[in-house]
Every structure is written in C-alpha cells, then in structure tokens.
C-alpha cells in the first residue's frame, strides 16, 4: 500500500497511516496473532528494532586501518568508501597483504570475484595488468589462476561489446556509400550473423546470472552470519532486502 502511494504520489515525503483491518468469514475460529510483534519470536527486541532509529553505518567515518582489521567485511567497506575515486589500483596494493587471508575462507574466492568486479569500472584501462599481476603474485597459484581467467573472461566479453558496437558503425557508413541495396544486403547478413552470436551470448549470460544469484545469496548468508547490516547486504549483492531477509 504505501510502495503504490508512493508511485502515484512520487513528491510525497511521508508514507500514509494505514489502519489494519482484517475481515475474516472463516468457518474456523480465528487464532492467527493479531499483533505484529507477536510474530516474532523475540517480540521485545523486535519491536526494539522496527520502532527505534535504524543504524547507519557510513563508511566515511570509518579509518582505513580498522577495515584491515576485519578481513571479511573490512574490505568490503573499504572500497564501498573509496569507490567513487578515479583510480581504485593504489587500493588495491593498501589491501594486497591482506588478501591470501580472505581465500582461506570457504566462499572468498567468490567474494573477492564480486568485489573484483564492483571496482573494474573505476579501474582505468592502463592499470588493469597490474592489478592482474598484483592480484596472481599475492594470492596462491590455484586461486590466482582461476581469478585471471575469470578477468580474462570479462575484459574478452567487454572487449566483443565495444568491437560489435565499433562494427555496426563502420558497417553502417559503408552500407551508406555503397548503396541503399547493398546496405540492405549486408545488413540482413550482418544481422543474421550478429543475433546468432547475440543470441549465443545470452545464453551464456543467463546461466552466470543465475549463478551469480546463487553466489550473491552464499555471500548474503556469510554477511548475515557475521552480523552485518542488511541494508549494506542488500547495497553490496543487489539482493532485495526482502529476501536477504529470509535467510535469516
């Protein structure tokens, strides 16, 4: 009710008072709890939580130094504070020593993959070799492999993306000066060709996605376990708060 509020009123800066009412023509006596708190099985605390201040963390506040502190969810904070700087390869090198420790755990290889990925876009192209070659020198050969190749994977990837794009332009200018019968021509060809391969690649995008999910909720689990705050879970793995709930 007060998500469609929202949507209809989009310059609101309050939600509407919404008055429970429940009308219940069951055959049955009605004995489902009648207060929310009494859905809990800790109802003080709960009530505690859901009626006090939520807890804001901001990262800002925070001194680099504690992050190393505190391997699993330290580096995750740290560059969740230093994301928005240019270049992000001298953050890198502050947590290297840092990071053989994060592989020891069950699923750090996923969790060092996500982050690695959360921070490539901010990583200018110049320096993306020597983050690979700091990455293989500091973490342990099996671990360093599988992380390069999976990079590699992803530069390729973005790699075809620009060389697609790059292609169509080109292809479009030449179909222009040879002729609107020959564009046209060409155009079928190239596209054939292009949507087999498009269509390739989607599926290969499908089944990472979904794998991805499922690496994202381990992760959630991990970060539940550790005590973090859902927001900031939800924040990190782009999970809906909703469902991170559920794993508790």
Known sequence: LCERYLIQNPKAKTLPLIYPTIFFNGQEKYNVARNLWDLFANNKLAKELWINDYQLVNVHEIPD??????IWSG??????????????LKRWQE??????ELTKITIGYDYLEMILYYTLTKIEQADKIKLENLLSTKLNPEIGTR????LAEHWQQEGKEIGILEGL??????GIQIGEAKGIQIGEAKGIQIGEAKG???G???GKAEENIRVKTEIAKKMLSQGCNI???SSVTGLDEAFIRSLE
Do not use: N, Y
Not at 75 to 88: D, G, P
Not at 95 to 100: A, E, T, V
Not at 147 to 150: D, F, K, Q, V, Y
């Open 65 to 70: 130094e504690e992050f190393k502190q505190r």
């Open 75 to 88: 580096i995750l904070e740290f560059f969740l504070k230093h994301i928005h700087e240019r270049e992000l």
């Open 95 to 100: 947590i290297s020593d840092i990071l053989p």
């Open 147 to 150: 992380l390069m190749r999976s």
């Open 169 to 174: 332009q080109v292809g479009e200018a030449k």
């Open 200 to 202: 390739i690649q989607i």
């Open 204 to 206: 290969k995008a499908k």
């Open 231 to 233: 927001a900031l879970i």
